[in-house]
């Protein structure tokens, strides 16, 4: 199932850059630049063509030629300080990342804009200090700016004891926290919920970073925490539950209830 969701996203990925371009430089001499936002970049390595995706997620903000920003990533066994600084810089229609050293190892990305939202190219990572779980590698990076998703939010929760329930949120996405993730806050209702009804979405623990959306809501004794994903990252205008190594659902606790839990249907983004 982890594979599944890797083919989807970088579908929904390769499919928007389809409309872009297809990555080759452009030879007009023209500058092009990035929007500063949520990101999402995918690494496919040619060295282990058997190992699934590495996923970046987080901040990058491009600014007079140069990018900085701060990620977090899943599935990379040397990359595991999390989160950790790029920086880099934009020169013509090329980007270029550097990673912080991370156990001596340098991630380098280079890559062709194709749009204000996209580019892709190629990564290396020279091996660190430790061998067996650094080793070199080297593929191919796609990514896309994830749209802010600020705005208003229904659809459905299947609980495991009552059935289907529905939802509404309104969702207001802050700008960067100074580890790479965006703070989220606002409210969320459940319609027919006998355990929860509506409460105010903590900040402070609800966030947004790449396509991984995590939620928490308070009311009086009560707590609601929602885990889940974008299904289409380039668009960010519906959430579903998700597979692999992210887990998501939703949980209950305290309340009129005790605890109820559950899983993710779709939420669309109105």
């Not at 500063?36 to 063509?49: A, D, H, R, T």
Request: net charge negative; charged share 10%; proline share 3%.
């Amino acid at each position: 199932m982890k594979h599944l969701v890797t083919i989807l996203l970088l579908s929904a990925v390769l499919l928007a850059m389809s409309a872009c371009g297809t990555g080759t430089s452009h030879t007009d001499g023209e500058t092009k630049n990035l929007t500063s936002g949520n990101w999402l970049l995918i690494e496919k390595s040619i060295i282990y063509p058997t190992i699934p995706a590495v996923y970046f997620r987080g901040a990058l903000a491009p600014a007079s030629g140069s990018v900085s920003g701060t990620m977090t990533t899943t599935g990379n066994s040397c990359l595991t300080t999390s989160p950790f600084s790029l920086s880099g810089s934009i020169t013509g229609n090329t980007v270029t990342l550097t990673s912080a050293s991370i156990r001596s190892q340098v991630m380098t990305i280079t890559g062709a804009i194709n749009s204000a939202t996209n580019f892709d190219g190629t990564y290396s990572k020279p091996g660190g200090t430790d061998t067996r779980t650094c080793a070199d590698d080297s593929g191919t990076v796609y990514s896309t700016l994830v749209p802010s998703i600020t705005g208003s939010w229904s659809g459905t929760l299947n609980s495991y004891s009552t059935g289907a329930i529905s939802i509404t949120a309104t969702l207001d996405q802050a700008a960067a926290a100074a580890d790479g993730t965006f703070p989220l806050s606002g409210t969320v209702t459940l319609n027919n919920s006998p355990c929860f009804t509506s409460g105010t979405i903590d900040s402070s623990k609800s966030l947004i970073t790449g396509e991984e959306v995590a939620l928490v809501a308070t009311s009086g004794g009560a707590s609601l925490t929602l885990n889940a994903v974008l299904a289409n990252p380039t668009m960010a205008t519906v959430m579903q539950g998700g597979f692999g190594g992210y887990v998501t659902g939703y949980n209950i606790q305290g309340g009129a209830c005790g605890a109820d839990s559950g899983t993710i249907g779709t939420l669309n983004k109105s």
